[in-house]
C-alpha cells in the first residue's frame, strides 16, 4: 500500500542483512520505529558515514579508514609472515587470539565455482603481487619491530575448512609453488576441553592426520 512504502523500503533494506527474512526485517522495523526512532537515525547516520569513508587496505584488503590501515602500519608486527584469511571477520577472530604477530591478507571471498565466484573476483593476484613484492630495504631494523623491511618467507593459509575454504587454500598453495616462500596451512583438530566421544568423526580424523 502507499501509506506503507515508506516501512516496506526499510523491511527491504533490512532483509539485505545476512540471516534476516521478511519477519525479522519487520520485527527490526517495527522496534526502530516505536521504540527507537534515536536509535534508528544513528544507525542511518552510521551506515551513510561508513559507506562515504571506509575503504579497502592498499596492502592488506581488509577495511580500514585510511590508505593503510593500522595493522600494516604497526612496527612491531613480523613482516616475514603473512596471514591469508576469507574476511575481516576472520582477521579480527585471529587478532582476538594474541598468538599472531604477522601480517594479513584479506580476500574479502572463497572462490566457489558453482556460484561464478573465480580468481580475479577474490583478488588473487593482487594476493600473489604482495607475495612477490620486492621490499625498499631487506635490512631489519630493531628499532622498527621483526623483519621490517623484509620479503615475505611464509604465507599461512587461514581460509576456513568448508568445501570452498579448501579449495582457495589448495589454488593459492598450488599458485605460490616455486616462489621461495613456505606454505603452511592452519592445523584442524580436537576443540580444547572437549570429550572424544562427543567430537565429530571428521573433526577426529583430521587431527590424527596431523597429529605432531
Do not use: W
Request: with cysteine; glycine share 8%.
Amino acid at each position: 500500500m502507499a501509506d506503507n512504502h515508506s516501512l516496506e523500503l526499510l523491511v527491504q533494506a533490512l532483509r539485505r542483512l545476512p540471516g534476516v527474512g521478511v519477519k525479522s526485517a519487520q520485527r527490526m522495523a517495527f522496534h526502530l520505529l516505536q521504540h527507537d526512532r534515536q536509535g534508528a537515525v544513528q544507525l542511518a547516520q552510521a551506515l551513510q558515514h561508513a559507506t562515504e569513508h571506509v575503504q579497502h587496505c592498499a596492502l592488506c584488503h581488509t577495511f580500514t579508514e585510511d590508505e593503510v590501515c593500522p595493522t600494516c602500519l604497526d612496527p612491531r608486527r613480523d613482516r616475514t609472515q603473512l596471514c591469508v584469511v576469507e574476511n575481516p571477520a576472520d582477521q579480527a577472530a585471529m587478532e582476538r587470539t594474541g598468538a599472531y604477530k604477522g601480517l594479513y591478507f584479506v580476500l574479502m571471498g572463497k572462490l566457489s565455482p558453482l556460484d561464478g565466484v573465480g580468481p580475479r573476483d577474490i583478488g588473487l593476484q593482487k594476493l600473489f603481487d604482495r607475495v612477490d613484492a620486492v621490499p625498499a630495504t631487506e635490512v631489519s631494523d630493531p628499532e622498527q619491530g621483526s623483519g621490517a623491511g623484509a620479503p615475505v618467507r611464509e604465507v599461512i593459509l587461514a581460509t576456513n575448512f568448508t568445501a570452498e575454504g579448501e579449495t582457495t587454500a589448495h589454488v593459492i598453495a598450488q599458485a605460490l609453488k616455486g616462489r621461495g616462500v613456505q606454505v603452511t596451512r592452519l592445523a584442524r583438530g580436537v576443540p580444547v576441553g572437549s570429550e572424544l566421544e562427543y567430537v565429530d568423526l571428521g573433526t577426529i580424523a583430521h587431527a590424527l592426520v596431523d597429529r605432531r
